[in-house]
């Protein structure tokens, strides 16, 4: 009973962040409507990716050559922040069996990550909130996608739209919603110039999993100092 009022929690937890995880999901179907994919393509890569900006990564390579290995690179590239997101659950799965474990980080998504983590603080998170948070944002993300892919394949001409923008606009607004300050400068910027250089010189969309990597290496090298500097002057 216990379990179940949790998982209930969880879920109601995260239904204010429905509507906009539900437009957001609308507007990957619509791109992947105009890419050729049909509503079952999007649901299986929800179901097996789950992972917002990392899918429109994919939906924008896609073509009639899907380049897997790039895809896949990128993919990895985007996602390696879920890396520190399980490290900081791992008090919250102590003692769980792997299958749990495993079944219930692959709904682990930024929202109820965020919400479990401030309930983790106040002494009130536990898995089953975390996977009801999960299952919420998987339902609401699914259905909106399947609705972009099923309205978007009627839309014969998406630039009269400016459908064919959507990409550039919703990763121009996550990257201003990433953003903490003086800190990020160095990596965006190594990130940005590597891109720009590589993009001429690669085929595909490696330019992409070159930025990726050498912004995170110049993080990583990036002095404590510096950073613990600049991160006081942007609070």
Known sequence: MHMASEFRRGFTALLPVAASVAVYGSVLGVLAAQKGLDWLDILYMDLAVFAGSAQFVMVEMWGERLPVLEMAAAVLVINL???????????????????????????????????????MRRGRGTVMFLLGGGVCLIGIWTLGTVV???GGSLIAHPEEYALDFAFTAVFTALTVGLWRGKRDCLPWLVAAVLAVLAEPWLPGKWYIVIGGIGGAIAAMLQPESTQEAAHATSR
Do not use: C
Not at 89 to 116: M, S
């Open 148 to 150: 972009g892919v099923l």
């Open 81 to 119: 922040r879920y890396l520190l997101v399980g490290a900081s659950l791992a008090p919250l799965f102590q003692g769980q069996p792997l299958w749990r474990k495993l079944g219930v980080i692959h709904l682990v998504a930024d929202e109820n990550w965020a919400v479990t983590m401030a309930e």
